[in-house]
């Protein structure tokens, strides 16, 4: 399913993709396989507090193979060319408010961007993923101010900044029913607002190809992972169940992980 030269044109410009229903027809299946990850490790959501389990979809063979799906194959080739790699997954309860920060600082000089599926309807005002439109261009001064006022950190404070609350400031809401599936640049500035205790949401993250001068920045980022104690940079599940086409979007993340990329 490639993107269209208008989605095409809209996800640079703004950083953000809504495409309504695309998995409507498979939502019990996607949903009993991330309750079922939760199962298996033995893990309980307090209600309290976010809850996550990373990587994610890798330790589900049908959340793996998700990954060779048109819809989300396409999609990603689209924006990011047939080499990107793929670059990790988490399954998440969310508690509460989360506060405006962006997943990689808009300085990075790589592209990446993440697919989410919510597997519980939200709107507006119940948790719904909002975005700042344009937010994630790299050098533009637009960009550079909100960079400064969050910080990418969960410490960001707008009412300080700006003398509004975090609900208030200007952004567009991607409200969602299960079957969606959301996709946006991991420099757009994201926040979500007024959620309950429970809301469901898992992930899948990509990055393109590094090339040259840019495997420095894929060993930064595989360095956190490692700092952390993850074993490798996939799950089980993914690499047992993965044929050639979906091994080439994994084979640069092992090569450096053991070392053996220049």
Avoid at 90 to 101: E, L, M, P, S
Avoid at 146 to 158: F, G, H, K, Q, Y
Wanted: aromatic share 12%; net charge negative.
């Amino acid at each position: 399913m490639k993107l269209t030269n208008q989605q095409l044109r809209f996800f640079e410009t703004f950083g953000f993709l809504k495409f309504p229903g695309l998995f409507k027809d498979d939502v019990d299946q996607v949903t009993e396989a991330f309750e079922g990850v939760w199962s298996a490790s033995g893990r309980q959501h307090d209600h309290k507090e976010r809850s996550m389990i990373a990587p994610f979809a890798d330790l589900s063979d049908y959340l793996s193979g998700l990954l060779d799906d048109d819809r989300v194959d396409g999609v990603v080739s689209s924006i990011l060319g047939d080499d990107y790699n793929y670059a990790g997954s988490d399954g998440d309860y969310y508690v509460g408010d989360t506060k405006w920060h962006s997943d990689h600082p808009a300085s990075a000089p790589y592209r990446s961007l993440k697919i989410a599926f919510y597997l519980d309807p939200v709107t507006r005002d119940t948790g719904c993923l909002r975005v700042i439109p344009g937010s994630c261009h790299r050098g533009d001064g637009y960009t550079e101010a909100l960079d400064e006022a969050v910080r990418v950190t969960a410490e960001s404070r707008p009412e300080e900044h700006w003398g509004v609350s975090g609900g208030e400031v200007p952004a567009y809401a991607i409200e969602s029913e299960p079957g969606d599936m959301l996709l946006f640049n991991h420099k757009t500035k994201h926040s979500s607002w007024g959620g309950g205790d429970r809301r469901r949401m898992f992930t899948y993250n990509f990055d393109q190809h590094f090339d040259g001068e840019m495997i420095g920045s894929l060993k930064e980022l595989l360095k956190s992972r490692k700092e952390r104690g993850d074993e490798g940079p996939y799950g089980e599940a993914m690499l047992r169940t993965a044929g050639p086409e979906r091994r080439r979007h994994l084979e640069q993340r092992l090569q450096v992980w053991e070392g053996s990329a220049a």
